[in-house]
């Protein structure tokens, strides 16, 4: 038997459910892709772990943590470094609330290019620190980390003298970089690309937003900041290399020098960071084990050292970033700038 609607004026009454408002799903999708990248990550760790003997990790615990203790002291100078940076765009904090809320930071560092990082805007726009400010101090650690990244991986060859003309030449380069950066106008060179329209759009485009970049981050670009922040850049991220030279002590059998580990561990880092897989997963983890062969050590030593150097580096990050990101869910956001 077929149902037919009422009409109206058969004196039907219809009940209306509210349907809720678009904007109000909206306000949890932010919540799900937070669920989703922690249990992305969770999946990521529970991967990598499973490749690494439990035994051998017990054998080698104190390394592992000696290692573990040079990542935190990575993290220190970086902090460092932030909280300078926040002071010198005219906002300073507290030293546990930035240490926080950068740590945070870390949580989505597995992000491409760990863009992800830049979430702990969310934790100063309510202090008057406008978006523009941080995304400043985000581009100018990144391009400082990277030009650090590279003066640590010229180590890599520091042990043959036939590399030394090369090894000086980099060096030369990433110095002319600095300086370029730090007097160059960049904002009037903005201006100059966005108005060349006989460039093809992408390329115009690219340039556009590495000029505008650069101009906004000229106040850290400066000379004085700029040193400052490379030297610091080359001491967090040259502890990480030597942690990694430490645990390279787990296989007594083949010796690297200190240089030769930090520059196979800034080289893994740079080919992981340039692949833009998240975190470098699995980029860093085979150019590390690869370089690790070519110095003599035996694939399962390799695979075992890239793996702890993981887990004490790039995991130990991650899982003080969600504790982090806990810590300040449960106190409100009333930190004042001074």
Not at 256 to 263: A, L, R, Y
Not at 302 to 321: E, K, M, N, Q
Request: hydrophobic share 60%; aromatic share 8%; charged share 10%.
């Amino acid at each position: 038997m077929a149902l037919r609607a009422a009409s109206p004026a058969a004196g039907a009454h219809f009940v209306k459910f509210p349907r809720p408002a678009v904007s109000e799903l909206l306000r949890f999708v932010p919540h799900l892709l937070v669920v989703a990248f922690a249990i992305g990550c969770a999946v990521a760790l529970r991967a990598d772990l499973q490749q690494v003997s439990l035994g051998a990790m017990l054998h080698a615990s104190n390394l592992i943590a000696a290692a573990a203790v040079l990542s935190v002291l990575n993290y220190v100078m970086r902090i460092t470094r932030w909280r300078w940076y926040l002071a010198r765009l005219g906002h300073e904090l507290p030293l546990l609330f930035t240490a926080l809320t950068y740590i945070a930071g870390f949580a989505y560092t597995l992000s491409p290019g760990k863009v992800g990082e830049l979430v702990r805007a969310r934790y100063y726009v309510p202090l008057g620190i406008s978006v523009p400010k941080v995304a400043a101090a985000f581009f100018a650690e990144r391009l400082l980390d990277l030009i650090s990244m590279i003066f640590l991986a010229v180590m890599l060859l520091a042990s043959s003298s036939h590399y030394r003309p090369l090894i000086v030449a980099v060096c030369g380069c990433l110095l002319l970089v600095l300086v370029l950066v730090a007097a160059l106008p960049w904002e009037r060179i903005a201006t100059a690309v966005e108005s060349m329209q006989w460039l093809p759009a992408l390329l115009r485009r690219a340039l556009l937003s590495v000029t505008s970049a650069v101009s906004a981050t000229r106040p850290l670009l400066r000379p004085i900041p700029l040193a400052v922040g490379c030297l610091l850049g080359l001491l967090a991220w040259g502890l990480e290399g030597v942690g990694f030279s430490v645990l390279a002590g787990a296989a007594p059998a083949v010796h690297i020098d200190t240089s030769m580990g930090i520059g196979i561990y800034a080289v893994a880092v740079l080919v992981g960071a340039l692949s833009f897989l998240p975190g470098g997963l699995g980029s860093t983890e085979a150019v590390m084990s690869t370089l690790l062969i070519s110095q003599g050590f035996a694939t399962g030593d390799a695979i075992f050292i890239t793996l702890a150097c993981r887990v004490v580096t790039l995991w130990l990050g991650v899982l003080l970033g969600w504790l982090a990101v806990l810590s300040l869910r449960n106190q409100p956001l009333t930190v004042a700038s001074q």
